[in-house]
């Protein structure tokens, strides 16, 4: 890696804000022989700009011996993100690939079918015609030879040990804040009668404990090889087949490597496991630290890493969680350019949103929640409902208001038709959301404010969660809520001359910020220092507008109290609270009293072949 190049590299004409000084220090912290740059960049910083700065570096092919490693990889998890990627002319050079799913086969007589269920995969021995002009295999041959291949974070470790996509001389990481919450998900194995094709022809025992989980997965590895084996000795399969041939593979990859990983007497990784109901019940087998996992899927992949976000909040832990070495990681500061005063916090808090006392704060936030209609009648906004639950308690009180006409919502399967239609319309809604704090982009008039309705603590009945909380890791609790609260902060405010109000309704934010005062960026330090009870209007539904109408909702309604389609209760208890755990707990120790819930810590689909 040459960091000389860096200001070469650096695609814009000219520099903003903060950027040339971040340029510099990102140098000088390579130039310090460090393996890892961790880059704290608020909103509005341009890390798609600096992260394409820092890829130039990588070393070239004529640099380079022929065992030397070149070239970038850029990778973000999210998938709106890879899409502003795509779209930005100063990053054209980006070569983007994705899974095969996002591509559609071009021979004749195949009509909007994917690429992961074209003939080539259906038919065996099928030797393709058009296989040269094939979109997916004609991106990953352009990706694999150009100096930059981006992809999202699920691609790039799901190519890993891949022969087309070979260690990179640096790999860049942008919004890589949940680096070990990513792959802790994506290790984890999900049996139930979605995700295994032959659930109903299998005995499902009790699993008492993590020897009993490894003797049913090599048992159940050992049953799905002989299903995969009678479908691939057929000379064509359906389409259907092939996603039952393909989930078979990926069942015994996942289940090899539990199996493997927990065998291995050298290996970091604790595992917990769930089966809520028993024999015959899911089960749902979850790594806690998964160092191992990154260290093949992620750091084998580069010599030189930058990871980017705004809200890598302790070096140390971050370090700790992601299996990398603290002395070998510098940490580079990029100065917020948006005047405080553009991005004020409102204290309207009502009381408390724990399971306990939701039922009876819920309807104090949709009364604050007309107040502030009111305040901007000719504004969007955008509420932060945390789950569907709440999102659905809130319309009916918003409704029952009659200010519905000016409130929106949308349905687990529209959400982005749903935010597009809100962010496309000129009148002042309000949207109800779930699970958008972050990677959504609300600049200018899109929304001038918004409401964070309840704290984001992470649920205490997920097995993880709570067996970090049982050792005690109370301040990685802490952490990963406040790092929800800052990510969602920044969407309403996007630019140095945009705006945005954000009004916090939950009292259990204001002991988060006190808890987690010390992780703090010096910037959002200073938002909290100047937050101010607001002067809202008396309530008056009639001056808030929107009277007299319904709630607009997508294509679904369909609401039952829970976030992102898991079942059992949608809360996560707050500081207060243990999640009913018990202290000294064995770490191998089964968990079935627990609910699983396996929560995705981004907004987006993951985008994998």
């Known amino acids: 890696m040459n960091p000389e190049r860096i200001f070469d590299e650096f695609p814009a004409p000219s520099f903003r804000g903060n950027q040339r000084e971040a340029l510099s220090d990102i ?12 880059v704290r960049a608020p909103t509005g910083s341009g890390k798609s700009l600096l992260a394409r700065a820092i890829a130039g570096c990588a070393r070239r092919v004529d640099e380079a011996a022929p065992t030397d490693s070149t070239g970038a990889y850029y990778t973000t998890p999210q998938v709106s993100q890879l899409d502003d990627v795509a779209e930005d002319a100063l990053l054209d050079d980006l070569k983007i690939i994705r899974g095969k799913r996002n591509y559609s086969c071009i021979l004749p007589g195949e009509h909007d079918t994917p690429v992961n269920r074209a003939p080539c995969a259906r038919e065996k021995g099928y030797d393709c015609s058009v296989r040269h002009r094939c979109p997916y295999f004609s991106d990953r041959a352009i990706a694999s030879n150009r100096e930059i291949a981006a992809m999202t974070l699920a691609y790039f470790m799901r190519t890993a040990g891949s022969e087309v996509f070979r260690k990179r001389d640096a790999v860049v990481i942008d919004e890589a804040h949940g680096l070990a919450e990513w792959a802790e998900m994506y290790a984890a ?36 090889k002989r299903r995969k084996d009678d479908l691939i000795a057929q000379p064509e399969l359906t389409a259907a087949e092939v996603a039952r041939r393909d989930r078979f593979q990926e069942l015994i990859s996942e289940l090899d490597w539990f199996v493997d990983d927990y065998r291995d007497p050298d290996s970091a990784t604790e595992w917990v496991v769930d089966q809520p109901d028993g024999a015959g019940g899911p089960i749902t087998i979850k790594p806690m630290n998964p160092e191992r996992y990154l260290a093949h899927t992620v750091w084998e992949r580069g010599n030189k890493f930058a990871l980017l976000s705004a809200t890598i909040l302790n070096k140390e832990a971050f370090c700790r969680q992601v299996g990398l070495d603290p002395e070998r990681v510098a940490l580079v500061d990029v100065g917020h350019t948006f005047p405080v005063e553009n991005r004020p916090l409102y204290d309207v808090t009502q009381g408390k949103m724990t399971y306990e006392h939701r039922e009876e704060t ?50 687990r399967d529209s959400r982005d038709a749903d935010l597009d239609s809100w962010k496309a319309t000129d009148d002042p809604d309000v949207f109800l959301s779930v699970k958008m704090e972050e990677a959504l982009d609300l600049k200018g008039d899109l929304a001038r404010w918004q409401v964070l309705c309840k704290a984001p603590f992470l649920n205490t009945s997920d097995s993880r969660v709570a067996h970090r909380l049982e050792h005690g890791q109370w301040a990685w609790y802490y952490r990963a809520a406040l790092r929800t609260v800052i990510q969602a902060c920044g969407r309403v405010i996007r630019a140095p001359d ?23 960026p010096d910037w959002f330090a200073e938002q909290v220092d100047r937050m101010a009870h607001p002067d809202l209007p008396e309530f008056d539904p009639r001056s808030a507008g929107g009277s007299g109408g319904s709630i607009g909702y997508g294509d679904t309604r369909q609401f039952d109290g829970n976030t992102g389609g898991n079942s059992g209760r949608d809360d996560s208890s707050d500081g207060n609270e ?32």
């Open 189 to 224: 194995i999900d049996l139930n009668p979605r995700t295994v094709p032959i659930w109903d022809d299998l005995k499902i025992p009790e699993i008492t404990g993590l020897d009993r989980a490894v003797d049913y997965a090599d048992r159940l590895v050992g049953t799905c």
């Open 362 to 411: 819920i309807p104090k936030i949709a009364r604050t929640v007309v107040r502030i209609m009111q305040e901007h009648p000719d504004e969007k906004g955008i509420v932060h409902a945390h789950s569907y639950h709440i999102q659905k308690k809130l319309a009916e009180q918003l409704e029952a208001f009659g200010v519905g006409g000016r409130v929106r919502a949308h349905g």
């Open 498 to 520: 945009d705006y945005g109000a954000t009004y916090l309704a939950d009292s259990s934010l204001l002991q988060l910020f006190d808890r987690a005062r010390t992780d703090m």
């Open 27 to 38: 140098r000088e912290a390579f130039e310090g022989d460090n393996d890892v740059v961790l």
């Open 578 to 609: 243990s999640g009913g755990t018990d202290s000294g707990s064995n770490s191998r120790r089964n968990s079935r009293s627990r609910r699983s819930r396996k929560k995705s810590p981004m907004a987006d689909v993951w985008d994998t072949e």
